[in-house]
């Protein structure tokens, strides 16, 4: 475990150096949700059903810009072997990957919240529980999922390309159970329904973690 935080401290401080990717993902969100806030007045009922659906593919975009970063330094710099033979195993060196990502993703969340809210018409503090316990839930399974596959493309030229291709169908499951998770903490719906659809975004995180757990090593020793 100690290696895994150390790969991933050692990555959020060269992003935290850097700021550029942070700064230019939180433009691109801003711009996003600007963009689709404009089709119809704030609080309105429409607005109100879209949101959601926008935020999550707000977050969607960005991360996927994110995981192309995950081994960028490393496949630049020729050090992507030399990661492998430090004393981490590869497990580690996926756990500590995905929990960098997952804290970059964060970041980027905290920042699009209180901008998302104004801009569509929502207390910041309403359903806070549920909003963010789908946004924590929801982003460890997408970043589970899209490290493994991060790994499987590092060497390929279309890898900018393939990756979204490859990881939106599969994360599917998350993205609505996202998206069914925030709409009911903005519009006040049922918490029954909104901790049945949490459970489902626990389950699709144990099956993500596992299979980039058991198959991540497999796929960078080929």
Same mark, same amino acid.
């Given at each position: 475990?100690?290696?895994?935080?150390?790969?991933?401290?050692?990555?959020?401080?060269?992003?935290?150096?850097?700021?550029?990717?942070?700064?230019?993902?939180?433009?691109?969100?801003?711009?996003?949700?600007?963009?689709?806030?404009?089709?119809?007045?704030?609080?309105?009922?429409?607005?109100?059903?879209?949101?959601?659906?926008?935020?999550?593919?707000?977050? #969607?975009?960005?991360? @996927? !810009?994110?995981? +192309?970063?995950?081994?960028?330094?490393?496949?630049?710099? *020729?050090?992507?072997? /030399? $990661?492998?033979?430090?004393?981490?195993?590869?497990?580690?060196?996926?756990?500590?990957?995905?929990?960098?990502?997952?804290?970059?993703?964060?970041?980027?969340?905290?920042?699009?919240?209180?901008?998302?809210?104004?801009?569509?018409?929502?207390?910041?503090?309403?359903?806070?529980?549920?909003?963010?316990?789908?946004?924590?839930?929801?982003?460890?399974?997408?970043?589970?999922?899209?490290?493994?596959?991060?790994?499987?493309?590092?060497?390929?030229?279309?890898?900018?390309?393939?990756?979204?291709?490859?990881?939106?169908? #599969?994360?599917?499951? @998350? !993205?609505?159970? +996202?998206?069914?998770?925030?709409?009911?903490?903005?519009? *006040?719906?049922?918490? /029954? $329904?909104?901790?049945?659809?949490?459970?489902?975004?626990?389950?699709?995180?144990?099956?993500?973690?596992?299979?980039?757990?058991?198959?991540?090593?497999?796929?960078?020793?080929?």
């Amino acid at each position: 475990m100690r290696g895994a935080m150390a790969i991933a401290w050692k990555d959020l401080v060269l992003e935290m150096r850097g700021r550029e990717v942070i700064v230019l993902l939180s433009v691109f969100g801003f711009l996003i949700l600007t963009l689709f806030s404009l089709s119809a007045q704030a609080g309105s009922p429409a607005l109100t059903e879209l949101a959601p659906g926008v935020l999550w593919i707000t977050f #969607l975009f960005a991360g @996927v !810009l994110g995981l +192309g970063r995950t081994f960028d330094r490393e496949r630049e710099n *020729g050090c992507f072997h /030399g $990661l492998l033979l430090s004393p981490a195993d590869p497990v580690q060196i996926y756990w500590g990957k995905c929990l960098s990502t997952l804290i970059f993703i964060l970041v980027f969340q905290a920042l699009l919240w209180p901008v998302f809210t104004v801009l569509y018409g929502f207390s910041p503090i309403k359903g806070v529980f549920f909003a963010w316990a789908g946004f924590v839930l929801g982003d460890l399974g997408f970043v589970a999922l899209g490290v493994l596959l991060s790994s499987m493309t590092i060497h390929l030229r279309s890898r900018e390309m393939l990756l979204p291709l490859l990881l939106f169908p #599969l994360c599917l499951p @998350v !993205l609505v159970g +996202g998206v069914r998770c925030t709409t009911i903490a903005l519009t *006040g719906g049922d918490p /029954g $329904l909104a901790w049945i659809w949490l459970g489902r975004l626990m389950a699709f995180d144990v099956i993500f973690i596992s299979l980039g757990t058991l198959l991540f090593p497999m796929v960078v020793e080929e």
